[in-house]
C-alpha cells in the first residue's frame, strides 16, 4: 500500500513538472515557431510565462530596492552579450543594454520606428511624438524646436523661470515641512504652462497638473482597464485632461479671430500649433494639437522636476561638491556689472561645474529607464536577428550604472565629468537620434537656474534621509522628499519681466 501510494506520488509530480515545463515553453512555441529557421538566430533569454511574460519578474525588481536585479537575471544566465529576448508588455521584445547596440536601435530609421505599447499610446495619444510616422516627426519637431530650445526663446523664458524660482525658494522657507518633489513638479509644471499656453488660471493649472500626476502613474502599469487599477485610473485622468484642453484651443481659436489678434506680438506654442500649414495648405486638426500638447506638458515638468529634486538632494548630501559648485556659482555673480541684475544666458553657459552636477544627476537617476523601438524589417543585430514586428528596448539605466562606463557607478561624483567627453551612446537622458527630446535645452536650464539660487542662498533639510524609494514610474523618496527649506541669506533679485 505504501509502494503504490509512493508510486502513485511520483507520477503527479513528474506530471506537475510536465505541465510547468510545457506552459513555460508555450510562448517560445506561440511567437518562435512561425519564425522557422530564423528562430535559432534570435537573442539569448526566455519569454517568460504565457500572458504575462517577464513583466511579474519586471515589475517585482522595480518595486524591490533592487530595480537592476531584472537585467541582472539576463547577465547572471545568459552572458553580458547586451541584448536578450524577452516577453514585454504583451509583445515578443528584445532589450538592449550596451552603448553600441543602443547606438544602432536609435540611429537605424531604416531598420526602426517607434514601438511604444498601445497602452502607453491611448494615454499620451495617437498623434503624439511617439507614435506618429518619421515625416510626421520631422515636421511637428521644425515646428516646436525653436520655441521651446531656440536662442530666443531660451532668453526669453530665462526671466520668467527666474522669477518663479525665486518666488517659489522664499515661498517654500516659510512653510515649515513640505513634500520638496511635489513643489518642484508645481514650479516646473507652472512654467511649462507659461511656454505653450502662455497662461492659465490657478484653478486649471491645479487641474491639469493633478490629472497629469494621474495620467503618469498609469504609463508604467499594467494595462489593466478595471475600476480601482492605476490603468483605469490614467485614462480616465486623459479623458479629462482633453477636455480641459479642448477647451482652452476653442477659446484661443476665438481669440486669434478677433481683431486683438492681429497685434498679438509673442505667440506662445499653441497659437504657433494653431496657425502652422504644411505645403498643400492644411492646418492641424484639433486632436493632433491636443496630443502634442499633452506629450510636450507631461515632459516637459516630469523630468525636470524630479531632477532638480535629486541633484539638491545629492549636492546637500556631499559637501564637496556643493562647496564648489556654490563658490562658481558666487564668481559668477561677483563678476557682473553693478547695474545688471538677474542672470543672463551667457551665465547660464558659464556655470561648467553646475552643468557637471546636471549631468551627474541625470546619469544616476536615469528619468527614463528605457524607450521602445519596433524592428520594421529583419534586422541583424551583432549576429542576432530581431525579427520584424518585435518590439526593441533600448535600456538607458544599465548604461548609466555600467562600471566597465562609469568607475563607481552608483557614487555621485560630478568630477568625473571634467574633461571627459562621453562615447556614443553611453550618455543617454534624452535619448539619441531623431527623436532626441526636443525641449532639452529648456528642461537644463530650468535645473541650472534654480540650483543657482539654492546654491547661494538655502539649504534642504530632510525629515526621512534613509526614505524608501519607489522607481516605478520614476525613482523617487516615498516620501516625496519631506523637508524644510532653510533660509541662509538674501537671493539676488531678478530681472525685470520682457
Given at each position: 500500500?505504501?509502494?503504490?501510494?509512493?508510486?502513485?506520488?511520483?507520477?503527479?509530480?513528474?506530471?506537475?513538472v510536465?505541465?510547468?515545463?510545457f506552459?513555460?515553453?508555450?510562448?517560445?512555441?506561440?511567437?518562435?515557431?512561425?519564425?522557422?529557421?530564423?528562430?535559432y538566430?534570435l537573442?539569448?533569454?526566455?519569454?517568460?510565462?504565457?500572458?504575462?511574460?517577464?513583466m511579474?519578474?519586471?515589475?517585482?525588481?522595480?518595486?524591490?530596492?533592487?530595480?537592476?536585479?531584472?537585467?541582472d537575471?539576463?547577465?547572471?544566465?545568459?552572458?553580458?552579450?547586451?541584448?536578450?529576448?524577452?516577453l514585454?508588455?504583451?509583445?515578443?521584445?528584445?532589450?538592449?543594454?550596451?552603448?553600441?547596440?543602443?547606438?544602432?536601435?536609435?540611429?537605424?530609421?531604416?531598420?526602426?520606428?517607434?514601438?511604444?505599447?498601445?497602452?502607453?499610446?491611448?494615454?499620451?495619444g495617437?498623434?503624439?511624438?511617439?507614435?506618429?510616422?518619421?515625416?510626421?516627426?520631422k515636421?511637428?519637431?521644425?515646428?516646436?524646436?525653436?520655441?521651446?530650445?531656440?536662442?530666443?526663446?531660451?532668453?526669453?523664458?530665462?526671466?520668467?523661470?527666474?522669477?518663479?524660482?525665486?518666488s517659489?525658494?522664499?515661498?517654500?522657507?516659510?512653510?515649515?515641512?513640505?513634500?520638496?518633489?511635489?513643489?518642484?513638479?508645481?514650479?516646473?509644471?507652472?512654467?511649462?504652462m507659461?511656454?505653450?499656453?502662455?497662461?492659465?488660471?490657478?484653478?486649471?493649472?491645479?487641474?491639469?497638473?493633478?490629472?497629469?500626476?494621474?495620467?503618469?502613474?498609469?504609463?508604467?502599469?499594467?494595462?489593466?482597464?478595471?475600476?480601482?487599477?492605476?490603468?483605469?485610473?490614467?485614462?480616465?485622468?486623459?479623458?479629462?485632461?482633453?477636455?480641459?484642453?479642448?477647451?482652452?484651443?476653442?477659446?484661443?481659436?476665438?481669440?486669434?479671430?478677433?481683431?486683438?489678434?492681429?497685434?498679438?506680438?509673442?505667440?506662445?506654442?499653441l497659437?504657433?500649433?494653431?496657425?502652422?500649414?504644411?505645403?498643400?495648405?492644411?492646418?492641424?486638426?484639433?486632436?493632433?494639437?491636443?496630443?502634442?500638447l499633452?506629450?510636450?506638458l507631461?515632459?516637459?515638468?516630469?523630468?525636470?522636476?524630479?531632477?532638480?529634486?535629486?541633484?539638491?538632494?545629492?549636492?546637500?548630501?556631499?559637501?564637496?561638491?556643493?562647496?564648489k559648485?556654490?563658490?562658481?556659482?558666487?564668481?559668477?555673480?561677483k563678476?557682473?556689472?553693478?547695474?545688471?541684475?538677474?542672470?543672463?544666458?551667457?551665465e547660464?553657459?558659464?556655470m561648467v561645474?553646475?552643468?557637471?552636477?546636471?549631468?551627474?544627476?541625470?546619469?544616476?537617476?536615469?528619468?527614463?529607464?528605457?524607450?521602445?523601438?519596433?524592428?520594421?524589417?529583419?534586422?541583424?543585430?551583432?549576429?542576432?536577428?530581431?525579427?520584424?514586428?518585435?518590439?526593441?528596448?533600448?535600456?538607458?539605466?544599465t548604461?548609466?550604472?555600467?562600471?566597465?562606463?562609469?568607475?563607481?557607478?552608483?557614487?555621485?561624483?560630478?568630477?568625473?565629468?571634467?574633461?571627459?567627453?562621453?562615447?556614443?551612446?553611453?550618455?543617454?537622458?534624452?535619448?539619441?537620434?531623431?527623436?532626441?527630446?526636443?525641449?532639452?535645452?529648456?528642461?537644463?536650464?530650468?535645473?541650472?537656474?534654480?540650483?543657482?539660487?539654492?546654491?547661494?542662498?538655502?539649504?534642504?533639510?530632510?525629515?526621512?534621509?534613509?526614505?524608501?524609494?519607489?522607481?516605478?514610474?520614476?525613482?523617487?523618496?516615498?516620501?516625496?522628499?519631506?523637508?524644510?527649506?532653510?533660509?541662509?541669506?538674501?537671493?539676488?533679485?531678478?530681472?525685470?519681466?520682457?
Amino acid at each position: 500500500m505504501g509502494m503504490e501510494l509512493l508510486i502513485s506520488w511520483s507520477w503527479m509530480i513528474l506530471g506537475l513538472v510536465g505541465v510547468l515545463i510545457f506552459v513555460k515553453k508555450a510562448n517560445g512555441w506561440l511567437y518562435e515557431s512561425k519564425l522557422g529557421a530564423k528562430r535559432y538566430s534570435l537573442p539569448p533569454g526566455d519569454l517568460g510565462w504565457p500572458f504575462i511574460g517577464n513583466m511579474w519578474s519586471f515589475l517585482k525588481a522595480f518595486k524591490s530596492n533592487n530595480p537592476d536585479s531584472f537585467i541582472d537575471t539576463f547577465v547572471t544566465r545568459y552572458g553580458r552579450t547586451g541584448i536578450y529576448k524577452a516577453l514585454m508588455f504583451g509583445r515578443p521584445s528584445v532589450i538592449v543594454t550596451l552603448p553600441e547596440t543602443c547606438k544602432r536601435v536609435l540611429t537605424d530609421d531604416d531598420a526602426f520606428k517607434p514601438g511604444w505599447p498601445v497602452s502607453t499610446i491611448k494615454l499620451i495619444g495617437e498623434k503624439s511624438f511617439i507614435s506618429i510616422s518619421y515625416e510626421e516627426h520631422k515636421r511637428l519637431r521644425r515646428l516646436t524646436a525653436a520655441p521651446v530650445n531656440g536662442y530666443e526663446a531660451l532668453s526669453l523664458y530665462l526671466n520668467y523661470i527666474e522669477e518663479n524660482v525665486i518666488s517659489a525658494l522664499d515661498k517654500w522657507s516659510k512653510m515649515g515641512q513640505f513634500e520638496f518633489l511635489t513643489y518642484t513638479r508645481k514650479l516646473t509644471f507652472r512654467i511649462i504652462m507659461y511656454i505653450f499656453l502662455s497662461s492659465e488660471s490657478e484653478d486649471v493649472m491645479e487641474a491639469l497638473e493633478r490629472e497629469y500626476t494621474t495620467l503618469n502613474y498609469g504609463v508604467r502599469a499594467m494595462a489593466i482597464n478595471i475600476p480601482g487599477f492605476v490603468y483605469h485610473k490614467a485614462l480616465k485622468a486623459r479623458k479629462k485632461l482633453v477636455g480641459i484642453l479642448q477647451s482652452i484651443v476653442d477659446e484661443r481659436r476665438n481669440q486669434n479671430k478677433g481683431p486683438c489678434s492681429l497685434t498679438k506680438n509673442n505667440k506662445d506654442m499653441l497659437d504657433a500649433l494653431l496657425s502652422v500649414e504644411d505645403e498643400k495648405g492644411r492646418k492641424l486638426e484639433d486632436d493632433e494639437i491636443i496630443d502634442v500638447l499633452l506629450m510636450y506638458l507631461n515632459a516637459g515638468h516630469e523630468s525636470s522636476g524630479h531632477i532638480i529634486m535629486w541633484a539638491t538632494v545629492f549636492l546637500q548630501a556631499h559637501p564637496q561638491y556643493l562647496h564648489k559648485a556654490k563658490a562658481e556659482q558666487e564668481r559668477i555673480v561677483k563678476k557682473r556689472p553693478a547695474t545688471q541684475k538677474g542672470l543672463t544666458l551667457k551665465e547660464v553657459r558659464e556655470m561648467v561645474y553646475l552643468s557637471n552636477v546636471i549631468d551627474e544627476t541625470l546619469r544616476i537617476v536615469t528619468f527614463s529607464l528605457t524607450v521602445f523601438r519596433e524592428a520594421k524589417k529583419d534586422v541583424n543585430v551583432n549576429g542576432y536577428i530581431i525579427p520584424k514586428g518585435w518590439r526593441v528596448l533600448v535600456w538607458f539605466r544599465t548604461i548609466h550604472l555600467d562600471p566597465e562606463i562609469y568607475p563607481n557607478p552608483r557614487e555621485f561624483n560630478p568630477s568625473r565629468w571634467e574633461d571627459y567627453t562621453p562615447k556614443a551612446c553611453t550618455f543617454l537622458p534624452f535619448g539619441a537620434g531623431s527623436r532626441l527630446c526636443p525641449g532639452n535645452d529648456l528642461a537644463r536650464l530650468e535645473i541650472a537656474i534654480f540650483l543657482h539660487y539654492f546654491l547661494l542662498g538655502y539649504e534642504l533639510e530632510r525629515a526621512n534621509p534613509n526614505s524608501e524609494l519607489m522607481y516605478l514610474p520614476h525613482t523617487r523618496p516615498k516620501d516625496n522628499c519631506l523637508a524644510k527649506l532653510i533660509s541662509k541669506s538674501p537671493s539676488p533679485s531678478p530681472s525685470p519681466s520682457v
